[in-house]
């Protein structure tokens, strides 16, 4: 039987270029395709693949918190980590998520269908420019937590929302919420991150990832 593949990429001509790359290789067979990070936990969830190929920068749901929901779900996930950057940061906190591999976008074919045979067979695959920082690797202690692990899966929904500009009302609604509650998630999520306002924290979502340009 085939690897069964899930690619996941926001970006249309991406994400087509991935599935033809992969469909044509002997042994592999693209299942199914999405381009956010709900569509991604949702097509996980559903087709149950071997291997999933998840961009880290996605509307919706970014690729860290993607892999997380689907390695809840499932454990046994091969998750593939894709993204522009290479930072000992971001392959960390892809790592630490759970991904086990991590590959660069500007990478060729054939290291791509390498890692996804790797992963497939419990190893870990690293592009070669992707190092990981200290805080990935295994140790006798628990690494410290990044701001973004200390936050709840609750301020997570709500942090997402601000950042799309949606109001304390609109999120309240939305989440079966009252306002007081949206608005004491806002302030914590607000003091964990360090930063103090909405703009600010639009930033922090740049520069981490967490939202597509």
Known sequence: ?????????????????????????????????AATG?????????????VIIMDLVMPDLNGIEATQRILSMNP??????????????????????????YVIKDAKGAELVDAVKTVS????????????????????RRPAKTPME???????????????GRTSLDIATELSLSRKTVDTY???????????NRTALIRFAIANDLIAL
């Open 1 to 33: 039987m085939p690897l069964r593949i899930v690619v996941a990429d926001d970006h249309g001509i991406v994400r087509e270029g991935l599935i033809a790359l992969l469909d044509r290789q002997e042994g592999l067979k693209v299942v199914g395709s």
């Open 38 to 50: 709900r569509g991604a936990v949702e097509a996980a969830e559903r087709l149950q693949p071997d």
């Open 76 to 101: 046994a996930a091969a998750i593939i980590a894709l993204s522009a950057s290479h930072t000992s940061e971001h392959v960390s906190r892809a790592l630490r998520a759970g991904a086990r591999g």
């Open 121 to 140: 067979m419990g190893r870990r695959y690293l592009s070669q420019r992707a190092s990981p920082g200290p805080g990935a690797e295994p140790s006798g």
């Open 150 to 164: 200390r936050l709840s899966v609750r301020e997570r929904e709500v942090m997402t929302r601000i950042i799309e």
């Open 186 to 196: 806002r302030s914590r999520l607000m003091v964990k991150l360090g930063v103090p």
